[in-house]
């Protein structure tokens, strides 16, 4: 009841939704960079959206499959293939017992993510599955992934080898996500303001508004370093260190901004410029190093009302997968 | 409320997070508060929350207002006027504040300020124009209130350094081990995991300040104090071994 790591990826590492209430003792949510992959990725085989899911980077790891598995791959496309057959992302596939699932080639993104049916047989650290690599805590022993480790699953009580057909590597199950609104203008990230963004002059005002920002190589799941014109503010602001969120935009004594990602620490006393409205950070996690952002100013009852939508949407998602897994095996 | 107004104010943190700010500056009683909003929060739950993070003089409550909306808390586009309602009412209702700030908890960490334990003890002496010995004493000599849990897990912020201690950060951060205490401004703190870390590193501790397996990992909380006693290395290294096969 396994899969087994062949040959490590750059950072693969268990996630979940992340591990919220314990900000207190400094210890930060973490979890999934996109956080909508994950939840559909998890839906697409039939788990609650809070199952434990791989987070793969480019490039990604080796895998063989040791039993029949109904997966999901959802997030980037780094081109998946089984046995270098490619196999299609946002869908679930059933892939045969001794297959390889390998990622070739990077065409677009930043991280996917890997489910399992019945999800992965993992023991949580304070309420979540999310590897917290800095405590060496959570996930698989603490670590990302590497060569020889075995994943265990949860049982489950699907038979997959009658919906593979002989001599095929793998089935894909007829029914996938519409993911064109999620993504849509990757590079338009909205905004809220934050509580020194009034500090700003009106000249770095506009040139966060205006301008475009890079995103910086050094980026990585703690933080988007960006590299724009240098902003400043009209006035100076001595913070004294108060919690900060995934999202949060801090500027830098240098003038540059950075965007704090899943990995970020509990509390920052940088000014608070901006905030990513959460439900574009999943198009901001799919962003990669040298890719550019627009920032737009968004109303936030609209930030509001698009994460309700999405949530809405994933309720459905969630029933109309059931309804077709138990349809399959019944 | 004695000594406190109602000059606090609540803000958003974008759409998934508020914040109360009572004064933003590091202020005994303001933490006091700060930490008696937490937990009157901590005691009220409700669908969609999420996390709450006191802060030398801030509470910020992480919510998901998509939840909050589905459970029926809130109308839509109403879950932050609930939250703003509900740290107001936090303001008025939690503490009262007590007339001394004694109480906490006394932690005693027993610190090695010599040799390898202590890479950046005899620089600050130096500038501070003192002898290393002076140094410590001035270190050991406080008891401190430990503000706040943040940067790393369980990384106390401690204060107040006597005044003849304050230094600016490093101006690179540098490796720590874990262990490594660390004075900045008017702040001295422990660094639970190694790490990179701009505060000065005057000694180190072999207590675990984190310890993941344990059911409360974080040996210190907000509210408590903090006293440092001197070790010498051979003290550090069996302190260490004896927690090291306690594990076993």
Sequence with gaps: MAFSIIKPGLLDTIQDLGRHGFGNIGVNPGGAMDVYAAQVANLLVGNDQHEAVIEIHFPGPQILFEQNTLIAITGANFSPTINDEEIPRWQPVVVRKNTVLHFPSLVQGGRCYLSVHGGYCLKKWLNSYSTNLKAGAGGFAGLALKKGDELPFNENTIYFAGLLKNESNFETLPWRVNTEKIYQYPHEIGFLPGREWECLSPSSKNALLENNFLIHPSSDRMGYQLKGSPLALERSVELVSSAVSFGTVQLLPSGQLIVLMADHQTTGGY??????????????????????????????????????????????????????????VC | ????????????????????????????????????????????????????????????????????????????????????????????????????????????????????????????????????????????AGLYRVYMIGFLPGFPYLGRLHGRLEIPRKPQPEAVRAGGVGIAGMQTGIYPLDSPGGWWVIGRTPVKLFDADAEAPALLRAGDQVRFRTISPVDFREISFANSSANL
């Design chain 1, 271 to 328: 000014p608070r410029i901006a905030h990513v409205v959460t439900a574009h950070l999943p198009k901001l996690a799919q962003l990669r190093p040298s890719d550019t952002i627009q920032f737009k100013l968004m109303d936030p009852i609209l930030a509001e009302q698009l994460l309700l939508s999405r949530q809405k949407e994933l309720h459905i998602l969630q029933r109309s997968c059931m309804d077709h897994l138990n349809e399959m």
């Design chain 2, 1 to 140: 409320m004695s000594g406190l107004s109602s000059s606090y104010s609540v803000f958003p943190l974008g759409d998934s997070a508020i914040t109360i700010d009572l004064g933003n500056c590091i202020d005994e009683y303001l933490n006091v508060k700060s930490i008696a909003i937490q937990d009157w929060l901590v005691a009220r739950p409700f669908p969609g929350r999420l996390d709450i993070v006191a802060a030398y003089s801030s509470v910020t409550v992480f919510y998901d207002p998509a939840g909050m909306v589905l459970a029926g808390i809130a109308g839509p586009g109403e879950a932050y006027a609930w939250l703003e309602g509900l740290l107001r009412k936090a303001f008025e209702e939690a503490g009262p504040l007590p007339d001394t700030l004694e109480g906490g908890r006394i932690v005693e960490i027993p610190v090695c300020y010599a040799g390898e334990y202590a890479p950046d003890l005899e620089k600050v002496a130096a500038q501070k124009g003192m002898p290393p010995e002076e140094l410590v004493g001035l270190h050991t």
